[in-house]
Structures are given as C-alpha cells and as structure tokens.
C-alpha cells in the first residue's frame, strides 16, 4: 500500500512538472518551426542532454545491463561506439552538414530533407511512413518493458501504468511541441544520471573498487555461474570479462548487437531532428563535449555493472531472475535501499518517457507534416500544419496504446530491428546526399527502397531471432549468418544501388538547381 | 632455431602482458581496449569541446543567417 502511495505521489510530480514545462512549450510555440524544430533556438546543453535522453532509453540501462550480465564486459564495445560514433562522428560529419542543408532548404524533419534535397514529396512522404509504422512499434516495446517492471514493482495493474505513462507524455508533447520535449528532456537527463551515477559507485563500492570488483567478476567459473542459474554460464565461454572466442556464437551475438546500434545510430530520425534545432554552429559544435560525457556515464556505467550483477547475485545468493532485462532491478531491489529502489525505477522511467517523447513527435512530425502536410494536402498554412500534426500525433499515441495494452510478439521483434531497418534505409541517401554533389533522385529512391526491403526479407526469413516467429525457422541454418544484424549486407547494398542509380538516371535541371541551393552553406 | 626461439619469446611477452593487465584490471585485453577506448573517446569529446570553446566564435555565413530569417517569415 505505501508503495502504492509512494508512486502516486512520484507519478504527480512528474506529471505536474513536465506538464509545467509543456504549457511553457505551448506559449512559445507560434510556427511550424518552432513545433517541429524548437525554432531552431536550443544552445548546447539542452541538445546534448536530449540527444542523450533520446538515444538512450530504458532498453539500454536496463535492457542492455542484462545482456552484459550474460555476455560480460565484451559489450563495452557497443559503449566505445555509442561515444565515439554516435557522439562523435555523428555531429561532426552528420550534424553540421545537416543543419546547414536543413537550413538552405527550410527542412524541418529528415523525411523533409530528403524530399526538398531530390525535389520529391513522394520520397517525403513514404520515408515518413516507414518511419511512423515502424516507431511505433519501437515505442511499445519500450512502455511494455516499463510497465511490466512497475507492475511487478509496485503491484500496480500493467495496464495503468502504461495508460498513466502514455497520457503524461502525450499532453506535454502536444501541448508543448519539441520545446517541451528538449526541456523536459534536460530534466530526465539529470534524473537519469544521477540514477546511474549512484547505483555503478554503488555496485562498486560493494566489490570492493574497480579492480577487485572486475577481478570478482573474472573468477566466476561456468560452474559458479552455473549455481545461480545465470545463462552466462555458457554464453561467456572465455569469462565475463574477456571476449567470447572468435565467431563463436556469443561472438556473433556481440557484433551485431554493436553494429546494429553502434551504426544505425547514424540514420535515427528523432536523433537528427536535434541537429536542426541548433540555434547556431557553436551550439552543435559545444554539444559534442555534454553529450560525450552524457553517453559515457549512462552506456559506460550500464555496461560495466552487467557482470557485476553476476558478482552480487553469488555473493548474497540470489538466483538468475529468468530473463535478462530483470537482473539490474533484481539486484537493485535486494541490495539497495528502499528510497534508491524507488529513485532507481523512476530514473528508468525518465529514460523510457525520454525517448517515448522524441519518438512520439518524429512519428507525429513523419504524419502530419511528411505524409498528410506535403504529400496530401498540398499548401496548407503553417498554422493547419501544426494542428495536423497534433492530430497525427494523438491517432500515434493511440496506436501505441492500444498495441502496448494488447501486446503481440510482434512488437517484441519490431523493436529488435528498428536501429538496423533506419541504417539500411536512410543511412545511404542520408549520407551521399551530404556529401556528393550527383547523388539523384533516383538513387535516393533506389538506395532507400533496396535497403528497406532488404531488411525486412532478411528479418522475416534469415535473421535468428525474428525468422522462426515469423516462418516457423531461419532460411539458413548457419549461424554465422543468421545471426548477422542485415546492416552488414544491407548497408552497403543500399549505398551501391545509391550510388549506381544516381550514375545511371542523373539530376535533371531542377534537381541540380535544388542541388546547387543545398550547398550553399557548405 | 632462432627464429622460433625469437618467435616464442614475442608470443611469450604477450602472454605475460595480457596477464599482467588481466591480472591488474581484472580484463581480457580486448575488453580492456574497449574500456580504455571509451574513456578515450569522451577525452576526446571533451577536448573537442574546449578547443573549439577558445577558437574565435564561428560567424555564420549572411546567407545561412538569410535564410533561417526567410524561413521564419514564411512560417509566420
């Protein structure tokens, strides 16, 4: 009953806070930029802490730790590129050239970029279709995983939590648009921080400092691992803290988990709305320090205290919770104190309404402006604009609602491959269409389309985890491709047809006009 | 013979290596590659970040000013 108390309490001043925010977001929101792209006016630190939030969601601190408490420190691969790619790369090569194009050619999302780059509403508006389609499954997964871990924490109903959890970020983010969005981001930024902050010292404290605890976590034989359950006692052949042998099936489980999301992070469309909304290059350019520390703290410390789980579960005897994504808040809940058990779960939550916020307003945005705005209903005013989108937001919100309330294993598939389906359909157009000058409409269209369905035949009859849901088994019995994430083949698969497409049917004299006026800021 | 014995020797400095890090950090080297390139890359954020923080502020180019300014006249 107390904690039943305790979360109404939390769950109001949540709402009360980002509700706060979200009527301060609508006073300022005047113009579609302002809805779609905080009218291009945020400095640094919000940019930073909601690049962060958004890429980083309950699926990576507790999602992710599980996996590493099953395949070790290995995973701390998937960290070094979450900074050195996502962070790094991705504002460097990507962000300024995006902003800079989006600017030149007044886009406001990434399906719009496209579209005014190849002068085609058509590539606008069925790149914001996959794009809807696909995040909302993606943003299932996500409150199906935080509503089961509230259930069972609180013993509050599965369904209420994810009703309450879904209206919260639904009025903040219509209201508001993505000046609610950023700034309440900034704020669940900091809840998730010191949330991981305190439980990885925590962790290692227990063990004794980094050293010991790692040395802890190395000695764990198959046998030891074994005793509590944990399927690390095969999975981690080589230890917790060393790599699995070489393409050995835990190898390959580690790689395409890596460049799955350590590459797709390129081509995420709520990611690249944040470049657009820069107020200026210095803000991009001061982002990249925040955000960088920002990601290290958050993937860093998930990753590392995985196996450290491990550790504690032998030392105070607990047994191996059945499923990965249990482990953290097993731990946390036996180990911790009560009040940092609570802090804990809603420093997760944080994490899930983060990216829950960004991807319902890209799908809302990929709707009401890519589809419905520029690919139907042809010159509406600005302000029709935003109330479209407000609409398409709330038909999303609903979607997801009913699918999260009436979970299929779908869903559970759908969001497994979201990172990978991004890469290999935008990543390639994305990217040559920054950088060489020839890239065509028709290699934008050959490029997004091969990559796509490539994609989806490898997901439906190759890949190891959605294959036999869908087919009954993988096509091909070698694991060593069908463990493979399609980014491997698909990606350069959609740059060469990018590229050759774009060699065979050239720019005719609108594109090159439209060409010419990209980059004139480049 | 040389050859071998110097061979052996190399193979032999590795094993000790990667027994002293294992040893020392409680790692296997190339998870200890990952762990000390991840805090190498948010040092290189960081660094990023204050050279650029010194650098003269960037200008933007009057037509990237123009036609942000275009951009929110149309939306008005």
């Known amino acids: 009953m107390e904690d039943v108390i305790f979360f109404a309490i939390f769950m109001a001043l949540f709402a009360a806070m980002f509700t706060f925010l979200g009527y301060l977001g609508y006073k300022k929101t005047k113009t579609a930029e302002d809805y779609f792209v905080a009218g291009r006016k945020m400095g640094a630190v919000v940019i930073a802490f909601s690049y962060g939030a958004t890429f980083i969601s309950a699926v990576a601190l507790i999602g992710f730790s599980g996996i590493a408490s099953i395949f070790g420190h290995s995973i701390l691969w998937l960290a070094f590129l979450n900074i050195f790619v996502g962070i790094l790369i991705a504002f460097i090569f990507y962000g300024f050239r995006t902003r800079k194009m989006g600017l030149s050619l007044n886009a406001l999302t990434l399906p719009e970029l496209l579209g005014n780059r190849f002068n085609s509403t058509k590539l606008q508006s069925v790149s914001g279709l996959i794009i809807a389609i696909f995040m909302v499954a993606y943003i299932s997964a996500v409150f199906l995983a935080i509503g089961s871990l509230f259930q069972v924490t609180f013993g509050i109903s599965y369904e209420l939590c994810v009703i309450v959890f879904t209206v919260v970020v639904g009025i903040y983010l219509i209201v508001g648009g993505l000046y609610a969005v950023m700034w309440t981001h900034a704020v669940q930024g900091v809840l998730m921080l010191a949330g991981m902050i305190i439980l990885t010292v925590g962790m290692y404290a227990m063990l004794g400092g980094i050293g010991p605890a790692h040395e802890a976590a190395a000695s764990l034989t198959p046998e030891i691992l074994q005793s509590i359950g944990s399927p690390a006692a095969t999975q981690a052949p080589g230890g917790l803290t060393s790599m699995p042998p070489l393409f050995s099936q835990p190898f390959m489980m580690i790689l395409t988990l890596i460049f799955g999301v350590g590459i797709g992070v390129l081509a995420q469309p709520q990611l690249i709305t944040r470049y657009l909304t820069a107020k200026n290059e210095k803000a991009l350019r001061m982002a990249i320090p925040y955000g960088g520390i920002f990601i290290l703290l958050m993937t860093f410390t998930a990753f590392s205290i995985g196996p450290l789980c491990d550790v504690l579960m032998v030392n105070n005897g607990i047994m191996y919770p059945g499923t990965p994504d249990k482990v953290v808040p097993l731990v946390v809940s036996e180990l911790f104190p009560q009040w940092f058990v609570f802090f804990f779960l809603f420093a997760v939550l944080a994490a899930a309404m983060s990216t829950a916020s960004a991807l319902f307003h890209t799908a809302g945005a990929s709707i009401g402006r890519d589809v419905f705005e520029k690919g139907i209903m042809k010159g509406i005013s600005h302000e029709k604009s935003i109330k479209i989108t407000r609409i398409a937001t709330i038909v999303i919100i609903a979607a997801t609602l009913v699918i999260t309330l009436n979970p299929l294993d779908v869903v559970a598939f759908m969001c497994a491959f979201f990172f990978g389906l991004m890469a290999c359909t935008f990543l390639a157009p994305y990217t040559l269409m920054l950088y060489w000058k020839k890239t065509s409409k028709a290699g934008a269209w050959a490029g997004m389309l091969g990559g796509f369905m490539f994609t989806m035949f490898w997901y439906v009859l190759i890949y190891f985890k959605t294959a036999p849901q869908i087919i009954g088994s993988s096509m091909i019995d070698n694991y060593m491709v069908n463990m493979l994430d399609p980014i491997f083949i698909g990606l350069p698969l959609s740059f060469v047809l990018t590229y050759v497409f774009s060699i065979l049917i050239k720019q005719d004299k609108d594109e090159q006009k439209i060409m010419k006026k990209s980059f004139e800021n480049i | ?76």
Not at chain 2, 14 to 42: D, H, P, Q
Not at chain 2, 47 to 73: A, C, I, Q, T
Request: aromatic share 14%.
């Open chain 2, 1 to 76: 013979m040389l050859v071998v014995f110097q061979h052996n020797v190399e193979i032999d400095i590795l094993n000790y290596l990667e027994e002293k890090i294992y040893m020392i950090l409680g790692m296997g080297i190339w998870v200890f590659i990952a762990w000390i390139g991840t805090i190498l890359a948010a040092i290189l954020c960081l660094l990023y970040g204050v050279y650029h923080w010194f650098m003269k502020s960037d200008e933007e180019k009057p037509s990237e000013v123009k036609n942000k300014k275009s951009g929110k006249r149309e939306a008005k």
